[in-house]
């Protein structure tokens, strides 16, 4: 059964409840994942659901954790964002809708060449064995 408003405020810090609910944004380099290096898998914090493999992670200097491509071919939804007067593309969990961040086509040439820019505090790190 899909959460109300107000059952994702219960379960959610102000600031996750801001930014994955409310389409808020962290200030950069303030992340506790930004420099997370080891194996594993990144959820979302909201309902669980593997979005990005470790594998995928890669130093971009934007001050958001950020990946190259996702974990899982249907884990993130990828919308149109008009707001603030800019064109983007904004990245949801496909599994409960909420707001990840955005993607930019300014990833590494040699992958995807997208950046999918994602919000840390988004993000709950699982550092078992991905060969599982």
Same mark, same amino acid.
């Given at each position: ?30 992340? =506790? *994942? ?5 194996? #594993? %898998?990144?959820?979302?914090? $909201? ?5 990005? @493999? ?22 993130? =939804? *990828? ?5 603030? #007067? %800019?064109?983007?593309?904004? $990245? ?5 809708? @909420? ?23 988004? *993000? ?9």
């Amino acid at each position: 059964m899909p959460l109300n408003e107000e059952d994702w405020k219960a379960k959610l810090t102000p600031e996750q409840y801001r930014i994955l609910r409310q389409k808020g944004t962290e200030a950069p380099f303030s992340g =506790k *994942l930004l420099s997370e290096k080891r194996p #594993g %898998l990144f959820k979302c914090a $909201a309902c669980g659901a593997e979005l990005f @493999s470790s594998e995928h992670k890669f130093e971009s200097g934007s001050g958001w954790p950020s990946f190259y491509d996702i974990g899982k071919s249907d884990a993130v =939804k *990828l919308k149109d964002d008009n707001s603030h #007067g %800019l064109m983007r593309v904004e $990245a949801v969990c496909r599994n409960c809708g @909420s707001h990840l961040g955005h993607v930019f086509d300014d990833g590494p040439a040699d992958k995807t060449g997208k950046r999918y820019c994602i919000n840390s505090v988004c *993000l709950e790190f699982d550092p078992k064995d991905q060969s599982k």
